[in-house]
Every structure is written in C-alpha cells, then in structure tokens.
C-alpha cells in the first residue's frame, strides 16, 4: 500500500501538464504534485501511474516517490480559477500525488549526456510499459541534483483500455524513433539482460496491490479489484521477458527542432550524441 497523506493547502496548478496537476502541501509536511481522480483523462491514468512508477522505483529506476492524498475540496474555495475549482470539486476522496522535486529543470536531450547503459534501462522500460510519452516533443523526465527523473507514466499500457484485446496488444512492439532518448544509443539488450529477470509475478502482484481498489471497483468485465490486478499482471509478465526483441530505435521520423538560440546550441554537445553530427549539419545534410 501506498502511504496516504491529507491535503492540507491547494498552492497552485501545474499549467504545463494536461491534466492541470497542481502542487499541494499536505498533513506529513511534504509537497506534492497531485494528480486528480476528476481530471478528463480518468482513473486509469492514475492506476498506470501507480502500476509503472512503483514498478520503476522496484528497477532501481529514478521516479519521485508516490503516495496517496485524501483530498477535501473545501481547500481550494479560495483558488481563483474556475477550472482549478471544478477539478477540485471533481476530485473529493482519493488522489495521486508524487513527490515535488523542488527546483527540478526540464531534461533537454541537447544539454544532457547519458551514457547508453542508463539510457538502454530508460528505452527498456518505457518498452515494457509501452510509454508513448517520452519524445523529444514532451521528455517527461525531469534533472534534479544533476539526475535525471522519470515522471508522468499516465499514457501507458494502451491495453488497459480494451481487456479483451490486452494479451493481442501487449504482445505488440515498441517503436523507440521519436524516444528522447533514442539519439544515445541506448544498450536495450543489456537493460533487458539486467532488468527483466526482475520482473517476476511476485513483483508485479506487488506494485498492483498498491492501487487502491476504489480505482479499480466497476472495471467492466472483471467482478473484483483482484481480478483487474491480475489482468495487469498477464499483460506485463509475458511482455517483460521478449519487448527487447521488438524495440526499433530507428532514425526519428521527424527532424528535432532545437528549442533553443543557435547562439547556445553551437556551445553545447553535438547533437545526435552517437554520431557526433551537430543539428546545423543534419539540417544541411538533409537538404533542408
Ligand atoms: N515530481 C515533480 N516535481 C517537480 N515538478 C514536476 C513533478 N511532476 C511534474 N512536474 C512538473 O509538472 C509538469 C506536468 O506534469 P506531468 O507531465 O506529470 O503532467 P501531465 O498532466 O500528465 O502532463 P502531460 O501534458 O505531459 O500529459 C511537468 O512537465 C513538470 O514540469
Ligand atoms: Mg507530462
């Protein structure tokens, strides 16, 4: 079980992820990011939230620290905003919440260097749990104390959203080209040899049974909480032990656009990091 802690103060919302995650501190002290039971994305978000990101931190994998937060809307009556408001409103009972990592900047595959043992562990499990949320375009990863953080592992395991097709679609591979970690070089075999042994049902029936039951009751299809857990289960387990074969870290199917000034990039190390090509040259190259 996840430990739960009470919220006490809504501080503010998280404007850059989708579902408005907001900071709130709570009855143990800490300072959390919550994500909420109300938000449109729907429950499943925070049960793969849960699912993966106790299975990461069992990997030895770096993802802020989870726990569960009973929340009273009442703390947010002063929150100006009326979409702040009606989430709160939404979200009475129990919420996810992870710890804050104050001071944390955004990873930027153009500043940060990997080596491709952590990055291969990174691709691996993104592969596992069939991350489609860790591009160029939105890394969810974050740098704190000069390492980086796993976050956001709502749009994950694609099959929770169709049961009878979960063993069809978990059997399915994983295309790592827009990965942000693709450039690096990531050892997938080597992660694999390291990391899915690991992954036992013991381990699996662990991190489940930190998902509440309340969001888990009334799945269509399933007469228990248990039964929804043990689904997950089926899915991972076989997946863990062949997805390395089916990883294509290919070229990325877009070019990446520098997000930042030529004047910085030219500064920084070469992008992609495995050829020593820089981006101006790419460009060149590519002709456009
Ligand atoms: N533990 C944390 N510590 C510090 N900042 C965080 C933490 N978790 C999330 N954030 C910040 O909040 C933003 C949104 O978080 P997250 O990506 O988990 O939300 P989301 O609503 O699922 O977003 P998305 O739009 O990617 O689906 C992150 O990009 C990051 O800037
Ligand atoms: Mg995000």
Redesign the pocket.
């Known amino acids: 079980m996840l430990e739960e802690v009470v919220a006490t103060r809504y501080v503010t919302p998280?404007r850059?992820?989708?579902?408005?995650?907001g900071i709130v501190e709570a009855d143990d002290l800490g300072t959390y990011?919550m994500?909420f039971t109300g938000a449109g994305?729907g429950r499943k978000?925070l049960v793969a939230e849960v699912i993966c990101g106790q299975l990461g931190r069992r990997l030895g994998l770096r993802v802020?620290e989870l726990v569960t937060i009973q929340l009273d809307p009442v703390i947010g009556l002063g929150e100006p905003d009326q979409e702040v408001q009606e989430l709160l409103k939404a979200s009475g009972g129990l919420n996810l919440g992870?710890?804050?990592?104050?001071g944390?900047i955004?990873f930027d595959p153009l500043a940060y260097e990997m080596d491709p043992v952590e990055a291969g562990r990174v691709v691996w499990f993104d592969a596992l749990i069939n991350n489609v949320?860790r591009s160029w375009r939105?890394p969810?990863m974050?740098v704190w104390h000069g390492e980086p953080?796993l976050?956001?592992h709502?749009?994950t395991m694609i099959w929770h959203h169709n049961w009878p097709g979960a063993q069809a679609s978990a059997a399915k591979p994983y295309d790592a080209s827009d990965h942000v970690l693709a450039t690096y070089g990531p050892d997938v075999a080597a992660a694999a040899a390291e990391l899915a042994p690991r992954v036992t049902e013991e381990l699996l029936t662990e991190v489940t049974a930190d998902v509440p039951d309340e969001w888990l009751v009334d799945e269509p299809g399933f007469d228990a909480p248990d039964a929804v857990r043990r689904a997950y289960v089926e899915a991972l387990l076989p997946r863990a032990a062949t997805i390395h074969e089916r990883v294509t870290v290919g070229e990325r199917t877009e070019r990446k656009p520098s997000q930042a000034p030529g004047w910085l990039t030219d500064h920084l190390t070469p992008w992609p990091h495995t050829t020593g090509q820089g981006e101006h040259s790419k460009q060149k190259d590519s002709g456009e």
């Not at 850059?16 to 995650?21: A, K």
């Not at 992870?98 to 104050?102: A, C, K, V």
């Open positions: 998280l850059e992820g989708g579902s408005l995650p990011v994500k994305q978000t802020p992870m710890d804050y990592l104050p944390s955004g949320d939105n969810n974050l953080w976050i956001d709502g749009a």
